[in-house]
């Protein structure tokens, strides 16, 4: 077996990316420290749902301290407002943010009474004996904003503070006997929630003609509890809101007010906090990419004569120029998309977790029209679609070594990703009930993460040099082969719903996404000469994300809701 042979320069680079990382995540996880951090709990609502939870709470301890439950949107979890519970923490609240049932890692029941979980939060909070149960706060981002069905009858809360979501307009009305206050937040680029909707619900509560209503000034007062207001400020859209920096510190200070808190820790964090996770995604990302020729060497090569050159795919065609086969790797997934996603709509129909099989759906539509493309290349060089694709699978002993190396590559990688945006922006572990539907959503990613890499490294990356010049060449078009169809169908997702949604929600992620996973293809496969290696582990990073930001839902309804 052949030996990993590291030089000192490669050893010297891996010490110093992972110390970056491990020190960025160390803090990642301390910071601040006058927060107290509790991962992973879990309670029962009662109706049978396992709720998952975390609890962020000032370190110093003491009695009767006043409580902020904070519940995430549709397609999201817990995580996605992780910044707004760590700063209301250091302020000295108890700050709960949760997953709703069929989220993240809660299970799911029918009927979806998602007003159930929130009792249950609440429910956990008269167990602690440190918490003023009648001193409770709400925060409601996106769907989460259903939480005013509870708080119009539970006088405990006394602060609703909605993040790009709707208001009711016959909320109770606070006053000083029992109060509530209520903020909206509102991005001016919210492809969910509209301005003139929120406007029109504050005039009917605060009583004054809608063209009074004015954003970003405060109607009522704390004094009274009836102080409501629309903040409205930044370049934000839909997605963004629950990350930024502004309207965290403006939640951080009407909760404030609302309780007239004396503040534990004046400080805020979200900006330091963005820092450190930059520098430890920075020393995670490079202490993966750094690793993966010795790994791959180790799993790949028995021994040093067996490295050589795997390149597999080299079709002699008339199409050598990269820009004539960059452009038709653009323009086939575009215009034979749809007929791919009608292909694929019966499979969507009986797959579980509909958001995840939209996902796949979609990118089937790209997967359809680069096969398309890839027939056609072979044709002009004599070679078969089906020789092409069983080409990368020749060879049971190297075939295994591939997977092996995609294995634990996909691990290390995963948890680098999990330990950063994971557990700090973005939950990638799916519910225990929703675990058995990993195998199925990992073959279509493979197969569709494989088709694209036939394109990009088989087509493509072998007609260029391994200079840093072409590596980067062919990482931007892995990233924007993707991209561009995603947005061009997302628009017309847009177009069917008549609402930017899924277009707003998406984009940003996938911008990220189809980053890495171009960097993970284009890496792996000047190691190995195959595509395979890669193609599995961007299949279980894409598998994890798409499984734990679905919820349970039929295809069916969930076409239904696109249309209709």
Known sequence: MTKLNLTKKRVTLICIFLAIFTIGTIFMFITPLSVKSTYGLSTQTSDGVTISFNVFE?????????????????????????????????????????????????????????????????????????VDMNSLGYIGYSMGGLGQELIDSDLSFKCFIGIGTWLYPTLRAGNSTNPLNVLMIQAPFDEAVELSGLKESLATRVNIPILSVDSNRIYGSFQEGNASMIYLDD???????????????????????????????????????????????????????????????????????????FHYFKPETKESSIKNISIKAMLYPIVLGIPGVLIFIPLLLILPLAVAGFVVTLLFGQTFGLLVLLWRIGKKSETSLKTILSTPFKGRNILLRQVIAGVVLGAILFIIVYLSVGLNYLGLVPALTKIWTIPIYFVICFFVILILNLVTQGVIQNKLSDSLRDTMKVLFLGTIFPLVYFIVYLLLVSVLMRSLFYFGTFIPISILMFTLTSGVSVICYRKTGNIITGAIVNAILLTFLIVTMSTPQSGLSFIARLLF
């Not at 519970?85 to 997953?99: C, K």
């Not at 993240?104 to 159930?116: C, F, H, I, L, R």
């Not at 004046?266 to 020393?283: H, K, S």
């Open 235 to 309: 370049l934000s859209n839909h997605l963004l809101v629950a990350w930024d920096s502004d309207f965290i510190r403006e939640a951080r200070d009407w909760a404030i007010n609302s309780f007239d808190l004396n503040v534990k820790d004046e400080a805020f964090y979200v900006n330091i906090r963005g820092l450190i996770f930059l520098i430890q995604v920075i020393g995670g990302i490079a202490l993966f990419f750094i690793t993966v020729e010795p790994l791959i060497r180790k799993s790949l090569c028995q021994n040093e004569e067996a490295e050589r050159d």
């Open 58 to 130: 000032p370190s110093s301890g003491g009695l009767n301290k006043p409580a902020i439950i904070i519940g995430h949107g549709s397609m999201v979890n817990k995580e996605m407002v992780k910044g707004y519970a760590l700063e209301l923490a250091a302020a000295g609240f108890v700050a709960v943010p949760f997953d709703f049932r069929g989220h993240g890692q809660s299970t799911m029941v029918e009927p979806d009474n998602k007003t159930k979980d929130i009792i249950a939060i609440k429910e956990y909070l008269s167990t602690r004996g440190d």
